[in-house]
């Protein structure tokens, strides 16, 4: 069955040649040309996965992200960031306020869909029913059902995507995981899939985690790992 999709995006030539490849791959597409339009339309229909133009003519497409994800109805919808804008700043700026993945102008339509459909299989099987309960390194706790992390004490607000890098690091701590490999279980992309989502994504995870961010080590040349110990 197909998804529900959003599409915001102020060119009309771009949201039609993204909804009609969205749609011909199965899914439902409504259109929104503005940010006030596009938050009314989510909380009119509350749609799977939302694609989000940065450049928009009111509102930002990062301060549209930045509402979505402070209210508890539409935080978790996943979110793909459309912009021309390449920059690792712009990257960070995207990734900070909560969005899924970054798309940069001009793309493959082909290239959109299978992100998109990549983000879909993610959100529709969590895939963490073998995890603990709970998950202990140090002063980092990991609630897996609550979706809850603490460093000393404190619990620590990670966006849905950040929680499941954390975990995956988690339950396989002490081994070196490969980029291709997060890739392909917290993102669902195939490989050779070429991003700098994970990079970005670890950045950002360590500053949230502070005090724990030694937790996670990079291992040059071939990708990331959690320390089984402090």
């Known amino acids: 069955m197909g998804a529900r999709i959003l599409v915001v995006e102020d060119e009309s030539d771009l949201a039609e040649l993204v909804a009609f490849n969205l ?21 009119r229909q509350r749609p799977d996965l939302i694609v989000l133009d940065v450049m928009l003519p009111d509102i930002t ?41 970054y798309v940069v102008k001009p793309f493959s339509p082909r290239e959109l869909i ?3 459909e990549a ?41 849905a995507l950040e929680f499941r890098l954390l975990l995956d690091l988690a339950k396989r701590r002490g081994r070196v995981q490969s980029r291709d490999a997060l890739l392909e279980r917290v993102w669902g992309y195939s490989p050779g899939i070429e991003t700098r989502t994970v990079d970005t994504h670890v950045k950002r995870l360590r500053e949230k985690l502070g005090a724990a961010s030694g937790y996670v080590e990079t291992v040059r040349g071939v990708g990331y790992r959690m320390r089984s110990e402090p």
């Open 23 to 43: 749609r011909q791959a199965g899914h439902t597409v409504n259109t929104a040309d503005n940010g006030a339009t596009a938050l009314a339309e989510v909380q």
């Open 114 to 116: 299978l992100r998109i």
């Open 61 to 101: 497409g990062v301060e549209v992200c930045r509402r979505l994800r402070r209210q508890e109805a539409t935080a978790a919808i996943p979110v793909v960031m459309l912009t021309a804008k390449g920059e690792e700043v712009d990257r960070v700026v995207g990734f900070e306020v909560g969005a899924d993945d």
């Open 119 to 159: 983000i879909l299989r993610r959100v529709s099987s969590p895939g963490e029913e073998a995890a603990p309960q709970t998950i202990t390194v140090g002063e980092l706790v990991i609630d897996v059902p609550g979706h809850r992390v603490e460093v000393e004490g404190e619990e620590i607000i990670l966006t």
